[in-house]
């Protein structure tokens, strides 16, 4: 099952925090570890993956519209309990392959976003299907690919600029009136707001209050980056209503769209270098 080509690009995924060159290049990627379903031997695939929003993502076994279904897919219908890394997190999942008008409706969406999934369907008579990775939680800390809290912080933040630029990528190369843009600025926009809410949540209740506890001369700049969360948050909501009701794909305005994208990247983009240039210094100094 191992492959020269996919070793490659883990290793490069596990030495650069989930981004890769080539022909993932840009791509929304995952490693998924899956238990072989007769050997027992672990094995790890690097897969396209679609945020589906509630705290799950969406994989699909296309395996290029080949006649069979991929090795991992077989693997997690023995197993279902997989490992899913993503460049910063590490966490256990429970694998759900979905059926009837939920798996068509799932692959309907990833079509939208992307026409490819289609033309891997009509290259074969199976059914392609799609699984969904709902994370188990566990107690305790996340497990991440960092060695402190401030690698962590810029890791988490290097990968809310990586959505962004895939969201100015697609208007870059979208051309006026397409159907896909929007869907892909619902992906991104999902996948980008899910992330930093959470990540946002985390610091408001857990990282701000202690830094504030610890150094007590952080507090302006800790009221500010609380302040701006607020802010954030209202023009994603703000995002999200502009892209659900001026869809350019369905002959909406796409400047629109394109101003409310702009504020968000001006706003988030300014934020995360403020809170860089406040945290870092003091996240790199040890504690006892």
């Given at each position: 099952m191992p492959n020269d080509f996919n070793q490659q690009v883990i290793e490069e995924f596990r030495s650069n925090a989930g981004?890769?060159?080539?022909y993932f290049e840009g791509a929304r990627l995952l490693l998924l570890t899956t238990t072989g379903a007769r050997s027992g031997t672990r094995y790890t695939t690097p897969l396209g993956?679609?945020?589906?929003?509630?705290?799950?993502?969406?994989?699909?076994?296309?395996?290029?519209?080949?006649?069979?279904?991929?090795?991992w897919f077989h693997n997690l219908?023995?197993?279902?309990?997989?490992t899913v890394e993503t460049?910063?997190?590490?966490?256990?999942?429970?694998?759900?392959?979905?059926?009837?008008?939920?798996?068509?409706?799932?692959?309907a969406r990833a079509v939208e976003g992307d026409p490819g999934w289609a033309e891997y369907q009509a290259k074969t008579d199976r059914v392609i299907p799609v699984v969904a990775l709902h994370e188990i939680p566990s107690d305790g800390p996340p497990n991440v690919t960092a060695s402190s809290m401030a690698e962590y912080l810029k890791l988490v933040h290097d990968a809310f600029r990586r959505e962004l630029a895939l969201i100015r990528k697609e208007f870059a190369e979208a051309s006026p009136g397409t159907t896909t843009l929007g869907a892909q600025l619902r992906v991104n926009c999902l996948a980008l707001c899910q992330g930093l809410h959470n990540h946002h949540t985390g610091e408001d209740i857990a990282m701000f209050p202690l830094?504030?506890?610890?150094?007590p001369e952080l507090a302006p700049a800790i009221d500010r980056l609380g302040r701006e969360h607020e802010q954030i948050?209202?023009?994603?909501?703000e995002l999200k209503t502009v892209i659900d009701t001026a869809d350019p794909g369905n002959g909406g305005d796409a400047t629109l769209v394109r101003k409310e994208v702009e504020r968000l990247t001006d706003a988030l983009e300014a934020?995360?270098?403020?809170?860089?240039?406040?945290?870092?210094?003091?996240?790199?100094?040890?504690h006892p």
């Open positions: 981004q890769v060159g080539g993956y679609l945020p589906d929003g509630d705290g799950r993502v969406l994989v699909i076994g296309s395996a290029g519209g080949s006649p069979k279904h991929p090795d219908l023995a197993h279902p309990r997989v460049g910063v997190f590490i966490y256990e999942a429970r694998a759900v392959v979905l059926e009837g008008e939920e798996r068509d409706q799932a692959f830094l504030a506890d610890r150094h948050a209202a023009l994603m909501e934020h995360l270098a403020y809170e860089e240039e406040q945290l870092i210094p003091v996240l790199d100094v040890p």
